[in-house]
């Protein structure tokens, strides 16, 4: 896959080795909530937000990453070229629809994160967070796609230099995945499945929440669709891997794989067939009225 030199996305925030933290959440922080709590009856959030504020007001560089490896330098460029790309190929789609894309912030981070959403770890995988329209990585995840997911990147040439991580356009297409719910984020589509998820039972907010998912890939399809158009960014193998990557992450093919037992009621992503086919879509056709899985048969 073919990334190097084209624009690097602005909207990347890098919290990865920034100082004293854990998840975002200062170490002295914590120290001084713990005491007002358990010394003076102090309601600890309440002091933690407040010793937050001081200290930032005091050094607001503290914040700022460390210096960043040749590694993930690298990462955090790959990234961010990959979301410029999403930027670039939204903004004519909802122009079209008469409306402005307002593309989301990425968060690359290692271990613990504060979300919008609360608290998250790295195994909890790449997440999109509505409540803040951030997408959050750890991209140690990209060396666990091929390490513990089999997600290889031999299929394809890669201009990326690590070569212990899934290929280059394996984690395109997962950046492409999470980009895609902040798309049903902002057309409205995700309040409507939670809405309906919290009036039906749990085997159809489940079903509801695997068309999610599915709509997520065929938006991923869409953005490679135009990419290609706009760039010339594929190589051979490429497609291939991305095939192979939804083919690892379907539900059938992990609960498989971990328990020897499949069980379709607990489905919330789909299939590994399900997840190539609407990725598939997106990609042949660049059509976003094409990739509506909630009125199609899946």
Request: proline share 3%; charged share 20%; net charge negative.
């Amino acid at each position: 896959m073919r990334w190097k030199g084209r624009r690097v996305s602005s909207n990347v925030e890098d919290r990865r080795g920034s100082g004293a933290k854990v998840g975002g959440i200062s170490i002295i922080g914590l120290v001084v909530a713990f005491v007002a709590w358990k010394f003076f009856g102090v309601d600890p959030q309440q002091a933690y937000q407040a010793t937050q504020q001081i200290t930032a007001a005091q050094n607001p560089s503290s914040n700022a990453p460390q210096q960043l490896t040749a590694d993930q330098k690298e990462a955090s460029d790959f990234v961010g070229t990959i979301l410029a790309d999403t930027e670039d190929t939204w903004t004519p789609i909802f122009k079209q629809l008469g409306q402005t894309y307002v593309p989301p912030k990425l968060v690359l981070f290692n271990g613990i994160v504060q979300s919008g959403c609360g608290t998250a770890q790295s195994a909890m995988g790449p997440f999109y967070c509505p409540t803040d329209q951030k997408v959050y990585i750890d991209t140690s995840f990209f060396k666990d796609m091929r390490e513990q997911m089999g997600i290889s990147g031999e299929q394809n040439q890669t201009e990326l230099s690590r070569q212990d991580q899934a290929g280059d356009f394996a984690q395109a297409y997962v950046v492409a995945h999470e980009v895609g719910h902040h798309i049903q984020n902002l057309l409205g589509i995700s309040s409507q499945v939670q809405q309906a998820q919290a009036q039906g039972s749990r085997a159809q907010a489940n079903q509801l929440s695997v068309r999610l998912e599915l709509q997520a890939d065929c938006f991923a399809g869409i953005w490679a669709n135009h990419n290609q158009q706009r760039t010339q960014f594929l190589e051979a193998g490429d497609i291939e891997e991305a095939m192979d990557a939804a083919q690892k992450i379907g539900d059938d093919y992990l609960q498989k794989r971990s328990t020897g037992q499949v069980v379709p009621d607990s489905f919330t992503h789909g299939t590994s067939q399900q997840r190539m086919h609407w990725f598939e879509v997106g990609l042949k056709s660049g059509d976003l009225n094409q990739c509506d899985t909630f009125k199609a048969s899946i």
